[in-house]
Structure formats: structure tokens, C-alpha cells
């Protein structure tokens, strides 16, 4: 699986849908558009900077999968997964994402934490990734990782 590199025009997307203080995702109108993690958390005492709640944002999104019911063994995104908790686990970890851009903003009393990736991942019937050893199918020109289970 390829590390993913930052993308300064999904970052700009970010930017700018952060700024309409969002409830929901945004929802793509086709498959061309960016997948999409979105994070609202209350600023209090335990969260008390952009910095803490960014964190909060990245570990709510990947503890689902510890959580809910997911792709398993095989890696195969279900219809079921599609609208459920699993899907922010699965858009961060879709192999075939290469590219990533945040934004985070106050709005009123909570921080929005949104992350775009392209290409979008959650295709239904799709494997999420193939599974097999880390670092068994790094493309030409990459290497591994070890330290981080990625090809770069």
C-alpha cells in the first residue's frame, strides 16, 4: 500500500467547505469527486486547540474499525458498510487513495475537522486493499517502509 501525499487543492476544498460550518459530509455527485471525513468536536477543557482536536478527529475515524462490524479478512466494502461508522475507517485506509487535504475551523462552540481523499475509495463490491504481507506488492520505483507498513 502506498503512503499517501499531501494535495494542496483538496486542502483548499477543505478550506473552503470548513468554512460553511458543515453538520454532514458532503456528498459527492459522482465518483470523480473526493471521499470525505468530516468531525465536529466540542471545544472544552480536554480539547482545548485546533492541534488536540485534529487528533480527536483522526482517532474517532480509525477506532471504529475496532468497533463496528467491517470489511474482515477478505477486505470486501459491502453496500453495508457504505453509510455505516466503518466508512471513515475505510475511506482512510482505501489503497488506491494517493492523495489527502484537511482543513479544520471553529464554528461556534466546536471544531469541524474535515479530511477530502482522491481517488475516493468505498467502491461497493471493491476490495479495500489486497491483503497479503506489508510490503508485498510496492510498486516500481517505491520502497518499504517497515516502520510505517508502507510503500513510499
Known sequence: MLSLIWDCV????????VKTCPTTNY?????????????RVPISGDIPTYRDAIKNAVVAWWKVVR???GPGSTAMF???HYDSPIATYTRMAWSSTRRLGCSIGQCSSVYVV????APRG???YYPMYNVGMVCSAC????MCRPDRGLCV
Do not use: F, K, M, S
Not at 483548499?12 to 467547505?17: G, L, P, R, V
Not at 459522482?30 to 470525505?36: R, Y
Not at 474535515?114 to 481523499?117: A, D, K, P, S, T
Not at 510498486?139 to 517505491?142: A, Q, S, V, W
Open 78 to 80: 459491502y453496500p453495508i
Open 27 to 39: 456528498i459527492p455527485g459522482n465518483d470523480e469527486q473526493p471521499g470525505e471525513n468530516l468531525h
Open 139 to 142: 510498486p516500481r520505483g517505491t
Open 114 to 117: 474535515v479530511c477530502r481523499y
Open 67 to 69: 468497533q463496528y462490524p
Open 10 to 17: 483538496l486542502e483548499d476544498n477543505a478550506i473552503q467547505y
Open 122 to 124: 468505498n467502491a461497493i
